[in-house]
């Protein structure tokens, strides 16, 4: 399959291109281009200028945001077909996130003009994008109210149920789903501190549920997990 092929498949499985035919895919991918980061590179910067979007071909990325004070949270994380950065595909504004590769991370760059000019071309994009962004919308808005009315077990067994799902997608099976993730990543995700995310997977590891190691864990009992989620 030459390289070309590859990106066209690709897009066909991110939502937002789903629906389009095949000479539009190809349109799509003919504007486009591949790249790859090491893992922990960043890919942009909260503050930066925006004017590329991103579909994940390979590997895992993470959204950050810093707080004056030094506190980071983790405001998303993606993986194969995935798509970050869109905003690039309607205006300039700065970036409103740090992107960073959490491994090796390949990806497809579509820069923002050249998908403004496919957006005029081909209005259905225009609406899955909106629909795209709606339903970031309303994850941003459950995340909010899961900070403000879970405790913080509920949050990282949420947060854990969650990275299941996403690595079952990947090919995982129903038990022994290896997550890749430290602690720490694991904290900003539920937005609590290291130590209480850290206790509470010691609680999970003596019930059997989980079994850490260095930069990972693994879920031996998903149905369990999501006893905790309320």
């Known amino acids: 399959m030459a390289p070309g092929d590859i990106t066209t498949e690709l897009l066909r ?12 895919l190809r349109a799509v991918a003919a504007v486009a281009s591949v790249d790859r980061f090491e893992a922990d590179q960043v890919v942009f910067r909260e503050g930066e200028a925006s004017s590329t979007c991103y579909v994940i071909r390979s590997g895992h ?104 799902h996403a690595a079952r ?15 720490a990543e694991l904290a900003r995700l539920a937005g609590s501190s290291r130590e209480s995310a850290s206790r509470f997977l010691a609680v999970l590891e003596r019930a059997g549920i989980i079994s850490q190691g260095r930069g990972r864990l693994t879920v031996h009992d998903p149905a369990a997990l999501e006893r905790y989620v309320y």
């Open 13 to 24: 499985e991110v939502p937002l291109f789903s629906g389009l035919v095949e000479e539009e």
């Open 61 to 164: 990325a993470c959204a950050l945001r810093e707080h004056p004070d030094g506190r980071v949270i983790t405001l998303a994380r993606f993986g194969p077909g995935d798509i970050f950065g869109e905003l690039a595909m309607l205006d300039t504004q700065r970036r409103s996130a740090t992107v960073q590769a959490v491994d090796e991370l390949e990806v497809i760059a579509i820069l923002g003009p050249d998908m403004q000019r496919l957006l005029g071309d081909h209005p259905e994009i225009a609406v899955k994008l909106i629909v795209a962004l709606g339903g970031k919308l309303r994850e941003t808005n459950e995340r909010v109210a899961g900070l403000s009315f879970q405790t913080v077990q509920s949050r990282v067994a949420r947060v854990l149920s969650q990275l299941v």
């Open 169 to 183: 997608t990947e090919g995982a099976g129903d038990h022994d789903v290896l997550i890749t993730s430290t602690q």
